[in-house]
Structures are given as C-alpha cells and as structure tokens.
C-alpha cells in the first residue's frame, strides 16, 4: 500500500487545530471561573464594607444624641467599643437631667482635661519589721482596646457629676461646725457640743449622699464639695491635728513654732488623714476625698520612713531590740516605745517569693500603735534595712 503523505499532514494539522481550540477553550473557563471567584469576592466585600459602614452610621447618629459632631468624631476614633461605652453614658447623664456633651472632655482641649490625680494605694507593711513599706499609685484595670485605649483612660474622659448648691451649702455649715471645733479648744463642754452637732449632720449629710446616688450608674463619680471647698475642709481637719500634736499654728494655720529635729508634722499629716476617713466614711463617702486622703497618707508614709533612715543613728540604746518579740514589748503598756518613736529592731534571715535572701540584719523604722489602723498602716512601720554589717 503506498503512504499517502499528504492526507498524513491533513490528518496531524486537524488535530493540532483540535488541541489548540481546546487549550482555548480551557483557558476561558479558566479565565470566567476566576472572574466568577473575583466577582464574588467583591461582591462580598462590598457587602461587608456596606454592613460596617451602616453599623458605623447607627453608632454615630446614637452618639449624636447627646454629644456635639466634634465630640461623636472623637469617640468614634476610639472604636465601636468606646462608642457604646459613650452611648451607655450619655444615657445616663440625660437621666438625670444633666446634657452628657457638658461632661465629656475632649482629649488635650484644656487644662480641665487633665483630669484628678490617680489614686494612691499604700502598701501595708506586715505586722513585723521583715519588710519595707512603700506606696503605689492604683494601676488600672489594664484592658486594652485594639486601638490602643485603655477602657480606664477613656473613662476618665468622662467628668464626675459636680457639687450641687445644696452642696454647698452643707459644705458651709460643716466648715463653721470644724471652726467650733477648732475655738473649743481644750474646752471639754464646747467639744461635746461640736460633737453632738457634728452626729447629727454626718447623718443628714450621709442620707442626703445615699438619696443623690439613688439611680445612678455606681461608675459615675458624684461629688460633693468643689476644688475649694475640700482643700478648705482639708486644711481645717490639718489645723486640728497639728492642734492635737501641740504644733504652734497662726491664725491662718501657718506654722509659727520650730519643727526641725522631730517628725511631729508628719504624725500630723496622718492624723488628719484618719480624721478625714472617720468622717468621709460616716458622711459623704466621697470618692476624691478618699483621693486626697490617700494621698495624704502615701506623702506622709514617705516622709516618716526619711526621717527614720536621716536620724537612725541618734535613735539610743534603750530603743535598739535584738528581735521582734522584744521590740513588740516594748510597745505594750509597760514598754519604753510610744507613737511617734524611731526604732531599731534585728530581723532574721528571710527568703522572697522571687526566692531572693535577705541576710540576717538591723532595720530601723518608726512606730505608729494602732491608731492609723482605718488607714491601712500596721503598729511598726519599717522604713529601711541597715545593712548587714551595721552593728549597735
């Protein structure tokens, strides 16, 4: 049979044509499957972002309820979160008649933005001389947003509700009962006098803050005194104590006596820290006068453990222990220790947590008694170790 060349090269161009039209034919559904996908994807996209976008509109029109368009934009920057966190706010401040817009501050706008000092948590010392005392500022809750925002900073954008003219008011009627106080002197029958006035308001004034907060979300801060008015009671109740301590004082609370060499000041720095928490915890309960007091505390704790570690080496011998046993003998009815006094006591051998030792050695501090209890302060507030070669 003869080959017949040329239906052979019909033949193979025919199934090349067929190969190519296929290959074609694959690479456009190929191509329409991945537009298929891609259209989907945006499709989808689009969706989502329109989704997004209307959950973004219905946060901001809430928000513009009870905030101005500068402020909505700013709490919007903060995230979803804030944003209801803000809404959940503003609704309680138009419950209670108040225009939520007045109380939130816009961040760095002024000084008022500023906001209140953190408050100052002091660190109790252990009921024995094995450690340091110190004071902290409170950290905060430490829940960070994905923006970066603290919840705690964020809700300090948010102003306390401030002091009303009743407010007032009573501030000025309690100021006069601390001025009766103070004129009582050591006038036994002028100080019960005060004192029975004195029942008789803290339990109004106490009512009277029990009935404001009635409603209110427990987070919002309620004030009662102004800026003002609590440095004016504050200083009042630092007048009587240094009254108290037989620290000379002026007619305007000034100190007129000589103060160098004795830490009487700083005792008194605490005892108007105790007084104040008698009172504010029978009356008010004011939420930034327990800051003030803490505060107060924290710089008058700093104080006394400088004095301590300045003056230890004129503490004498009678007040130098060779343990805590004895130096908890020493504070007891028949001891040698009163409040107020530098001591001196050895201390063991100890192991921390970290399981760091601290080598056997002298520590001096200052002793309290248990009249600072309500401030958290234990009798013996240890200042500093002295080293393990300090000897007596």
């Known amino acids: 049979m003869a080959f017949n060349m040329g239906a052979f090269l019909g033949g193979a161009a025919t199934g090349l044509v067929d190969r190519i039209e296929d290959d074609e034919r694959k690479a456009e559904k190929k191509a329409d499957r991945a537009y298929t996908v891609s259209e989907s994807d945006r499709v989808y996209n689009r969706a989502k972002k329109d989704r997004e976008q209307s959950a973004y509109d219905a946060l901001a029109e809430s928000l513009a309820v009870y905030y101005d368009p500068a402020q909505v934009g700013d709490i919007m920057s903060n995230g979803n979160g804030a944003a209801k966190h803000a809404i959940t706010k503003g609704a309680y401040y138009d419950k209670l008649g108040l225009a939520a817009s007045e109380h939130?501050?816009?961040?760095?706008?002024?000084?008022?933005?500023?906001?209140?000092?953190?408050?100052?948590?002091?660190?109790?010392?252990?009921?024995?001389?094995?450690?340091v005392s110190s004071s902290a500022e409170a950290s905060a809750d430490g829940v960070v947003s994905p923006e970066g925002l603290t919840q705690a900073s964020f809700n300090s954008r948010f102003t306390v509700i401030e002091s009303t003219k009743e407010d007032k008011t009573i501030a000025a009627y309690e100021l006069s009962l601390l001025n009766l106080r103070l004129l009582a002197g050591d006038d036994a029958t002028k100080i019960a006098e005060v004192d029975a006035k004195e029942k008789i308001f803290l339990d109004l004034q106490r009512k009277k803050a029990e009935s404001t907060r009635e409603g209110i979300d427990p987070n919002v801060e309620v004030k009662f005194y102004s800026v003002t008015e609590r440095e004016r009671k504050i200083n009042s109740y630092r007048v009587q104590a240094r009254n108290n301590m037989k620290i000379v004082t002026g007619t305007m609370g000034e100190l007129t006596g000589k103060l160098k060499g004795t830490n009487a000041l700083n005792l008194a720095e605490l005892q108007t820290a105790q007084t104040l928490t008698v009172n504010n915890t029978l009356g008010n309960k004011e939420v930034q006068m327990g800051r003030e007091i803490k505060s107060i505390t924290a710089n008058a704790v700093t104080a006394l453990n400088q004095y301590a570690i300045s003056n230890y080496k004129k503490i004498p011998s009678a007040k130098i222990y060779n343990s805590f046993e004895e130096l908890r003998n020493a504070s007891g009815i028949n001891g040698n220790l009163k409040s107020g006094d530098?001591?001196?006591?050895?201390?063991?051998?100890?192991?921390?947590?970290?399981?760091?030792?601290?080598?056997?050695?002298?520590?001096?501090?200052?002793?309290?008694?248990?009249?600072?209890?309500?401030?958290?302060?234990?009798?013996?507030?240890?200042?500093s170790y002295l080293g393990k070669d300090w000897r007596p």
């Open 342 to 383: 530098l001591y001196i006591s050895f201390v063991g051998e100890k192991t921390k947590a970290d399981g760091t030792v601290i080598p056997a050695q002298y520590m001096t501090g200052t002793y309290l008694g248990k009249i600072y209890e309500d401030l958290g302060l234990k009798a013996f507030l240890p200042a």
């Open 104 to 131: 939130y501050n816009m961040p760095n706008n002024d000084i008022k933005n500023v906001g209140t000092k953190d408050a100052i948590t002091i660190t109790n010392p252990e009921n024995e001389v094995g450690s």
